[in-house]
Nanobody, 118 residues
């Protein structure tokens, strides 16, 4: 039922920055704004992994590999979940998705591609 619109991905050199955004359809906007949400990524040949989470009780948390470089936030004005990415590294390359931290929506959407080269 949920439809997700992604933006912000692209091709960057190592050390560059990107800001990703995931916006939900109208019927899911309340869920996105008030439920615990996460950004996930999947690199070629690897399983999808959680890289950042945000919740009303847990605050924010990050995978060790991105800690200090990524910032997750809610953009309520645009009904979106954002991810600011700085000092990007080649190992950050992958398709990035947003979803609930628990009880995932059935669809992950197409995600947004991030490619970092040396």
């Amino acid at each position: 039922q949920v439809q997700l619109v992604y933006s912000g991905g692209g091709l960057v050199e190592a050390g560059g920055s990107l800001r990703l955004s995931c916006a939900a359809s109208a019927s899911s906007r309340i869920i996105l704004r008030h439920n615990d949400m996460g950004w996930y990524r999947q690199a070629p040949g690897k399983e999808r992994e959680l890289v950042a989470g945000i919740g009303s009780k847990i605050g924010v948390n990050y995978a060790e590999s991105v800690k200090g470089r990524f910032t997750i936030s809610r953009n309520n004005a645009n009904n979106a979940l954002d991810l600011e990415m700085t000092n990007l590294k080649p190992e950050d390359t992958g398709v990035y998705y947003c979803n609930l931290l628990r009880g995932w929506w059935r669809t992950w959407g197409q995600g947004t591609q991030v490619t970092v080269h040396s």
